[in-house]
């Protein structure tokens, strides 16, 4: 039958309902058992309510099932139990309609476990029936865009989400009971975007009429609660890139984020992988997990390289042999990596690195010690300034987050912004912006610090088996309807 016949029987249902006085949208049930509790309580009476998942009548009986977060029960209904109108109103539900049920809780001769009901209310109408009863849910945008009715149909999604939730309960119960971090809650609408690169998205305040950007990070905040005294934050919350969209890209995501007073990359090395083993062994009961065929092990310690090791090996040439831009240049022709016009040195040979040697770190790398003029906020490595103190986390070829010894003196922080002013002016949209008011605040003072920055979606994405990030993001970023 066609959808649009199938709404027309539901709103005569509808009509009816109303015509014998019921009101068929409650404002409040009186459910006093779970569904998994109600299956515990053999011998006993329950009430339970939820979704009508099938309906199956037999004559003088009919049997339906109905489903609430907890689970999923078998109802019989009987017309020697119940008055006669009762049981005829049943004539008025379909599949997706609310109902509470009082009754006994039963084994059926097939074993059921069933509840036998003695009286029933409606809780809400469905006007729409469910996507299996007329063209299924199987287009990936459609799913996407109809993620409620994409939870009701594949069980897979909600369990999914349900990981999503115990992955961050766990990071969270880690950095708080275990390692001493205080959360905290930074702007997402700031009068300068900042701490990392990215294209923002700029809004405007009528009442002050000025302009505001959303946040691409969480970091130049925290940092700033460093020199106000504190010595471990962390925040989780959303950052926005103006970006492009793919399997691994929502231009809205969750980034987590920490900062520790005293604290340098290589021990945020270590409470990296020490976060992330434990919350495998509490959320998946083992470190050892499958993503996309592939055995992942969480374990502690992971893998550790220099950049300069990992380029070498997969381009046969040493970083120190590329110091000029006719040098990156040609390597990158040679290796067929397309570049930007407006590209350093240091930014082609990072480019060269992301696009030839990072697909086969399969199992969780650090990769360290990255070109300086990429990473303006890190701090300089001593022995080596042309590399900075910063790591890069990669899973399954894809990187993870990117993480620093911060950069706390003031000065030479000016003059990294100064460099990257002349790089947005070469045509490079995604270059840092100065930010004055907290290049005042470090000139307060801000002891050795160090964060960490890795995206929560990618992470719940490899170790939930998902190919897509839209698959672990409730509700991804999607084209409005109707736009080419």
């Not at 709103?11 to 009186?30: D, Q």
């Not at 009286?119 to 063209?135: A, E, G, M």
Request: hydrophobic residues 35%; aromatic residues 10%.
């Amino acid at each position: 039958m066609p959808l649009e016949n199938l709404q027309k029987e539901r709103l005569k249902k509808l009509k009816n309902i109303k015509s014998l006085g019921i009101n068929p949208y409650p404002s409040k049930s009186n459910r006093k058992h779970t569904i998994s509790i109600a299956r515990k309580m053999m011998g006993k009476k329950v009430s339970v309510a939820g979704r009508i998942r099938s309906l199956r009548p037999h004559g003088k009986i009919t049997f339906a099932d109905i489903e609430d977060a907890s689970g999923k029960i078998q109802l019989l209904f009987r017309q020697d139990s119940l008055k006669g109108e009762k049981y005829d109103f049943l004539q008025n539900l379909d599949l997706g309609d609310f109902i509470e049920t009082t009754g006994e809780v039963i084994k059926t001769q097939a074993g059921e476990i069933t509840v036998d009901v003695d009286s029933f209310i409606i809780l809400s109408k469905s006007i729409r029936p469910l996507p299996s009863s007329w063209y299924g849910l199987k287009d990936v945008e459609e799913r996407y865009r109809k993620r409620y009715l994409d939870l009701l149909m594949n069980p897979k999604v909600k369990e999914v989400m349900e990981a999503r939730s115990k992955i961050i309960y766990e990071i969270r119960k880690f950095l708080v009971e275990e390692k001493g971090y205080t959360e905290v809650e930074n702007p997402i609408l700031q009068p300068v975007y900042g701490g990392g690169r990215a294209k923002p998205f700029k809004t405007h305040h009528n009442a002050l009429d000025s302009h505001f950007y959303l946040r691409i990070a969480n970091e130049l905040y925290l940092k700033r609660l460093i020199v106000g005294g504190f010595e471990k934050v962390f925040e989780i919350g959303h950052v926005f890139r103006n970006e492009g969209m793919d399997k691994n890209h929502n231009p809205e995501f969750t980034m987590f984020e920490t900062m520790e007073a005293y604290a340098n990359y290589m021990d945020n090395m270590n409470l990296i992988e020490e976060m992330f083993e434990q919350v495998a062994k509490k959320v998946f009961g083992t470190t050892k997990i499958t993503y996309q065929g592939k055995v992942l092990d969480y374990k502690k310690p992971w893998q550790r390289v220099k950049l300069v090791d990992l380029f070498k090996k997969h381009t046969g040439v040493h970083l120190s042999e590329i110091d000029t831009l006719e040098k990156a240049t040609k390597l990158a022709k040679k290796l067929g990596v397309e570049i930007k016009d407006y590209m350093t040195d240091g930014e082609i040979l990072l480019e060269i690195f992301e696009k030839k040697c990072t697909d086969q770190l399969i199992q969780p790398t650090f990769v360290y010690d990255y070109p300086a003029d990429f990473y303006p906020l890190a701090k300089r490595k001593e022995d080596n300034p042309k590399l900075v103190e910063s790591f890069d986390i990669y899973v399954a070829g894809m990187e993870m987050g990117t993480n620093w010894t911060e950069q706390n003196d003031p000065q030479a922080l000016r003059e990294a912004w100064i460099e990257e002013k002349r790089k947005m002016k070469r045509g490079n949209s995604e270059a840092q912006k100065t930010d004055d008011d907290f290049l005042e605040a470090l000139e307060y003072g801000m002891p050795p610090t160090s964060g960490i920055g890795p995206g929560l979606d990618r992470w719940v994405m490899v170790m939930t088996n998902s190919p897509s990030i839209a698959d672990v993001i409730p509700f991804p970023t999607l084209r409005p309807k109707g736009k080419k």
